[in-house]
């Protein structure tokens, strides 16, 4: 056994056997047996460390202190950067759902572009309402209003729900406060601004081919009508007996934490460390603050001021937190994954082979992360893992926060490609708007294989440009 352990700790090949090993295993566990992800990740993630020979107390600790374990930094550091984002990012989406301020969004968008734009405005729709709304909730809130134009024109439902689900998906695969592209940033050590930034650069024209062109080209050919069990759920009103929120309202408190966010982003890079014009967008445009300012003021305009009382406001927020418990589990047990990786050296050993074979880490980033997702179907579990592989290849690297982010919108990109039939979203798109099952595969497995390998694509290109 001791020269097994010697085998894996100085060879390549016994490192990167061990490494592969590993991911086998855990695909294993999450597709065959149905483990749950994040007791999955740290199962693997000790049997790796185990096989490695890294000892017991270095993994796990002691009983009187175990803070410094890999098992409790790798968990504590990942969760610790993105915790608070993600559940405030959540609480926002929901008092903007519970006031009505997606569907009045998408109601003058239609009213705007009129019936014949009426597929661009339900994209855009998604496209603005999926930045602080999970893609799941977006579906079912706004559901109706596609029901809505589809009956009303007679074309086929494809034409206006999938704009909207592009929308929604590629703002919650490359914008914060969503899970995965915070999860990406914390791993790799990204400013949230640059994010921000590139990642709404990415997403932009893999929204317009994606989610513009390709539904345009694909609802001429099938055609599929508003199933007749929708009907009746299509005048539901979410918030009846209050007013309705100003359009302007909306728009201020979903963009209030990216313009902050933004904002100290960019002034770290005009102003003097010595202005307080710095530092006090510094603290402001922290992403948890931002956020925090945002959750305060859409609490107030959205709830209080329309009549909402401090219980039925607490319960929204109670409410919105609870679904957080499985992502953030997967999220710290691969923060834990990435820790043993590193610990074990196999991420010196994949640097060296990816080195001789010649694929730039961007592209490397997002085969991994590609792969991953087509294997086990969980976003969140091909971006956690894909950042613990990829984090310790970038400590010795020389790179900027646009090359990082860049990096990161390739992991996330590689994400959601090819959805198929082990992805919860397939089902919710499938079932949700009656598109059978091999329509849904031309369909929306064909959309988000194009958001993934356009923003791919883009990145790629930017990250030519600035490197």
């Known amino acids: 056994?001791?020269?097994?352990?010697?085998?894996?700790?100085?060879?390549?090949?016994?490192?990167?056997?061990?490494?592969?090993?590993?991911?086998?295993?855990?695909?294993?566990?999450?597709?065959?047996?149905?483990?749950?992800?994040?007791i999955a990740l740290i199962v693997v993630g000790m049997l790796i460390a185990l096989t490695a020979g890294i000892p017991v107390e270095e993994l796990v600790g002691n009983a009187q202190d175990s803070g410094d374990s890999l098992l409790e930094s790798g968990i504590g550091s990942t969760l610790g950067h993105i915790a608070a984002?993600?559940?405030?990012?959540?609480?926002?989406?929901?008092?903007?759902?519970?006031?009505?301020?997606?569907?009045?969004?998408?109601?003058?968008?239609?009213?705007?572009?009129?019936?014949?734009?009426?597929?661009?405005?339900?994209?855009?729709?998604?496209?603005?309402?999926?930045?602080?709304?999970?893609?799941?909730?977006?579906?079912?809130?706004?559901?109706?209003?596609?029901?809505?134009?589809?009956?009303?024109?007679?074309?086929?439902?494809?034409?206006?729900?999938?704009?909207?689900?592009?929308?929604?998906?590629?703002?919650?695969?490359?914008?914060?406060?969503?899970?995965?592209?915070?999860?990406?940033?914390?791993?790799?050590?990204?400013?949230?601004?640059w994010l921000i930034l590139l990642g709404a650069v990415c997403a932009l024209p893999a929204f317009a081919i994606a989610g513009v062109l390709f539904p345009a080209w694909i609802g001429k050919r099938i055609h599929l009508p508003v199933p007749d069990d929708m009907l009746a759920t299509d005048e539901q009103d979410t918030d009846a007996g209050r007013p309705e929120p100003a359009l302007g309202t909306v728009a201020f408190v979903i963009g209030l934490p990216m313009v902050l966010i933004l904002g100290a982003t960019f002034t770290s890079i005009a102003l003097p460390e010595t202005s307080p014009v710095r530092t006090a967008l510094t603290f402001l445009g922290n992403p948890v603050v931002a956020l925090t300012l945002a959750v305060l003021c859409a609490s107030w305009l959205l709830g209080f001021r329309r009549g909402m009382s401090a219980q039925e406001v607490s319960s929204l927020t109670g409410a919105s937190l609870k679904p957080l418990g499985m992502i953030l589990l997967v999220v710290g047990a691969g923060g834990f994954f990435g820790e043993v990786l590193e610990a074990t050296g196999v991420g010196d050993a994949l640097a060296g082979s990816l080195q001789a074979v010649g694929l730039p880490m961007l592209v490397s980033a997002y085969v991994i992360s590609a792969g991953l997702r087509i294997a086990q179907g969980s976003a969140t579990v091909a971006i956690v893992t894909t950042g613990g592989i990829v984090a310790p290849l970038l400590a010795g690297a020389d790179l900027s926060q646009p090359q990082l982010a860049l990096i990161a919108i390739a992991i996330a990109s590689g994400s959601i490609?090819?959805?198929?039939?082990?992805?919860?979203?397939?089902?919710?798109?499938?079932?949700?708007?009656?598109?059978?099952?091999?329509?849904?595969?031309?369909?929306?497995?064909?959309?988000?294989?194009?958001?993934?390998?356009?923003?791919?694509?883009?990145?790629?290109?930017?990250?030519?440009?600035?490197?």
């Open 1 to 38: 056994m001791p020269g097994f352990v010697d085998w894996l700790q100085q060879d390549t090949a016994g490192l990167l056997t061990l490494s592969a090993t590993g991911i086998a295993v855990l695909l294993l566990l999450i597709i065959r047996l149905r483990v749950e992800p994040f």
């Open 85 to 193: 984002i993600v559940g405030l990012g959540s609480v926002l989406g929901s008092l903007l759902e519970a006031s009505g301020g997606a569907q009045l969004l998408t109601r003058r968008l239609l009213r705007a572009f009129g019936e014949r734009r009426a597929p661009l405005a339900m994209g855009l729709s998604g496209l603005v309402f999926g930045i602080p709304v999970f893609f799941d909730i977006g579906v079912f809130v706004l559901a109706p209003l596609v029901y809505v134009a589809a009956r009303q024109s007679g074309r086929s439902i494809l034409l206006y729900c999938l704009p909207l689900a592009a929308g929604l998906s590629v703002t919650h695969a490359f914008l914060p406060p969503h899970p995965g592209p915070v999860v990406a940033a914390g791993l790799l050590g990204v400013d949230l601004g």
């Open 417 to 467: 490609i090819a959805s198929h039939v082990n992805d919860g979203g397939f089902w919710i798109i499938s079932r949700y708007f009656g598109i059978p099952v091999a329509e849904t595969l031309k369909t929306w497995t064909v959309l988000e294989t194009l958001l993934s390998v356009v923003g791919f694509a883009t990145a790629a290109l930017l990250s030519a440009l600035i490197g």
